[in-house]
């Protein structure tokens, strides 16, 4: 039974704005931040939390006690690896094979491109271990040809620590089936002063070494970072009942949130949102955000897969199915070749498009707002210095007037405002 006492939070942390539905003892209340506003808090989660909680109680200080969970669905992951702002970490794996997980399985999705860019490795470093085993049919278990030399370990890993190394990503042959070695070389690196150690074996336990391999780089180039936000999440809060949305849409406790499993941790919780409230009606659901668009469908059904690829880098971890586009509300609007031009770069949160009163760019809001389809009296008034403002058109005016004059001056057309915000439109459509 939920403590009618108590506060309960549910928070959908995206890219430009931050959602909060509570359970307070006064009733639910709702509350949209921008995820980023620089000017006046650090953390919109946090700060959402403080203001409700004041509302609520009348107290400018929080009661140590008085929040009985929060629940959250977060972005951070997904952005830290599309940014590459993840840790920096090295690939230990068997000797013979530094070079497997950038080789990867030589597909050719882009077969017709005169050049193919290859997404650059999350590792900085590669240490291969000499160590090797070889499966034996026979008895169902592996026959060890080579096992590892703990002291050459050693030294290898104090050369990672001397490089400034501060994450491991540990994928040897066979591991899936045979993890002693695996765990052997993580307990020398814990010796070395190691914390964020990924192991193959238990990220992702299964065959195939490059996908395990670059399923486990992701988890190491990704946890120091969530977990860095999750610790100084939970000691300003002084609560331990934080719980994190996974990508195959399940929570798990803030200690058991890992990388390769967040990547999907804010749209997941949509798909489980309106799985819930259609019951058995076949649904597509579309999650405009103002970064990007999530597309998913549930029949009764959750639809899942078990390998996706993000940014360039392999997941095998099981995930939700759903499909994202970089088109949302903050994508950019150019004009560029003649050529209108939407996203993949975003305004983001912070300026966020010209609309938020921030000095931001043109964006995709921008073109809903001058032609109607968003109407700033039903939309929070969040923007602007003091955080009061309402969207504004005339930014948006504005900032298409600009535009209209560099399209004027490349081609000799002088379109309507209402023509090139319908195009660029369309272009996102």
Request: a negative charge; glycine letters at 10%.
């Amino acid at each position: 039974m939920a403590d009618p006492d108590k506060f309960r939070f549910s928070i959908d942390r995206g890219g430009t704005f931050t959602d909060i539905y509570a359970e307070t003892p006064k009733g639910p209340r709702v509350l949209k931040l921008l995820s980023e506003n620089p000017t006046h808090y650090s953390d919109a989660s946090l700060e959402g939390i403080e203001r409700i909680i004041r509302e609520v109680t009348g107290r400018e200080s929080r009661q140590a006690g008085s929040i009985e969970w929060i629940r959250m669905g977060t972005t951070i992951a997904t952005n830290a690896l599309l940014e590459r702002k993840g840790a920096r970490c090295a690939l230990i794996i068997t000797k013979g094979f530094g070079d497997l997980l950038r080789i990867g399985k030589q597909n050719r999705p882009h077969i017709f491109d005169l050049k193919i860019v290859k997404p650059e490795p999350l590792y900085e470093r590669v240490v291969e271990i000499v160590e090797r085993v070889l499966p034996n049919q026979k008895s169902s278990g592996v026959e060890v040809l080579k096992t590892v030399d703990r002291e050459i370990v050693r030294q290898q890993l104090q050369e990672l620590r001397e490089q400034g190394i501060e994450s491991l990503a540990i994928a040897l042959m066979h591991a899936s089936i045979f993890p002693d070695h695996e765990q052997l070389v993580a307990q020398e690196a814990a010796k070395a002063g190691f914390v964020n150690i990924s192991l193959s074996s238990e990220v992702m336990p299964r065959a195939k070494l490059v996908d395990r391999g670059n399923t486990t780089c992701l988890n190491a180039y990704l946890n120091p970072y969530i977990q860095r936000y999750l610790q100084s999440f939970q000691e300003e809060l002084d609560e331990q009942d934080l719980f994190l949305m996974q990508s195959d849409g399940g929570l798990v406790k803030a200690d058991s949130f890992t990388g390769s499993r967040a990547i999907l941790s804010g749209p997941a919780g949509g798909v489980v949102g309106y799985a819930r409230t259609t019951g058995d009606t076949p649904v597509i659901g579309f999650d405009m955000g103002g970064t990007s668009t999530d597309v998913s469908r549930f029949d009764g059904d959750y639809e899942w897969q078990f390998e996706s690829e993000t940014g360039g880098i392999p997941n095998l971890v099981p995930q939700l199915n759903i499909h994202t586009v970089a088109a949302g509300g903050g994508s950019r609007l150019l004009f560029e070749n003649g050529l209108y031009q939407v996203g993949p770069s975003s305004s983001g949160a912070w300026p966020g498009p010209a609309c938020y009163g921030n000095g931001g760019p043109l964006s995709l809001t921008d073109a809903n707002l001058v032609l109607g389809r968003l109407v700033p009296e039903h939309f929070p008034c969040v923007f602007g210095e003091n955080e009061d403002q309402a969207l504004s058109e005339d930014a948006s005016r504005k900032a298409f007037d600009t535009l209209i004059e560099s399209i004027n001056f490349s081609t000799g057309r002088q379109p309507s405002m209402e023509e090139v915000a319908h195009g660029f439109i369309e272009v996102a459509n």
